[in-house]
């Protein structure tokens, strides 16, 4: 059974960090694309970021780019996104998803994790 | 940037009828359109992609047509479960990214 679980969530300042993972069990990691997608409190989904299955192309939206930074590690099974400089408009709830691609490209989400809440607020 | 519209945003249907959602993209994404339900605290399901294809483990009573702009969803014979809200996505341009619908809920009349 394909799983994915998010962790590293919180409440964060204005201007601070929090690392997010999301660890993958029941499916190959490395054989897929992975990404991040955002949804604020009571809004729409939003994708943020996407890498490669080998990490070789990272793509990030243009309201994340320069201060989020997905990462992956295969060995681990584990997906990661950096997030730096957090906004108040980066409150949301954060889910991991799998593409059905190797390739780093627009591609459907064939599964979820649960979701992690990042809180940006002072 | 591709914009992808949902009408209507809310639709609301008796169960054991018939629920027709649309959703429209500002340019052709040729058949790279996507579906997905989520209920309240829940991750979103793919539901539909390629426009037509029905996901693993999804029921007959869903079904997706178009293609270009314009794309329906259709859930014939709704059941209680089928009460949600539901987003279409399209993945045909990079960049910037793949881009979401705003959603449509479809609640109980």
């Known amino acids: 059974e394909v799983q994915l679980v998010e962790s590293g969530g919180g409440l964060v300042k204005p201007g601070g960090s929090l690392r997010l993972s999301c660890a993958a069990s029941?499916?190959?990691?490395?054989?897929?694309?992975m990404n991040w997608v955002r949804q604020a409190p009571g809004r729409g989904l939003e994708w943020v970021s996407s890498?490669?299955?080998?990490?070789?192309?990272?793509y990030s939206a243009d309201s994340v780019k320069g201060r989020f930074t997905i990462s992956r590690d295969n060995a681990k099974n584990s997906l990661y996104l950096q997030m730096n400089s957090l906004r108040a408009e980066d409150t949301a709830v954060y889910y991991c998803?799998?593409?059905?691609?190797?390739?780093?490209?627009?591609?459907?989400?064939?599964?979820w994790g649960q979701g992690t809440l990042v809180t940006v607020s002072s | 940037e591709i914009v992808m519209t949902q009408s209507p945003a809310t639709l609301s249907v008796s169960p054991g009828e018939r629920a027709t959602l649309s959703c429209r993209a500002s340019?052709?994404?040729?058949?790279?359109l996507a579906w997905y339900q989520q209920k309240p605290g829940q991750a979103p399901r793919l539901l539909i992609y390629g426009a037509s294809t029905r996901a693993t483990g999804i029921p007959a009573r869903f079904s997706g047509s178009g293609s270009g702009t314009e794309f329906t969803l259709t859930i014939n014979s709704l059941q209680s479960e089928d009460f949600a809200v539901y987003y279409c996505q399209q993945y045909n341009n990079w960049p910037p990214g793949t881009t979401f619908g705003p959603g449509a809920k479809v609640d109980i009349k």
């Open positions: 890498i490669s299955s080998g990490s070789s192309y990272m």
């Open positions: 340019q052709s994404v040729s058949s790279n």
């Open positions: 029941g499916f190959t990691l490395s054989a897929f694309s």
């Open positions: 998803a799998r593409a059905d691609v190797a390739a780093a490209i627009p591609y459907y989400f064939d599964y």
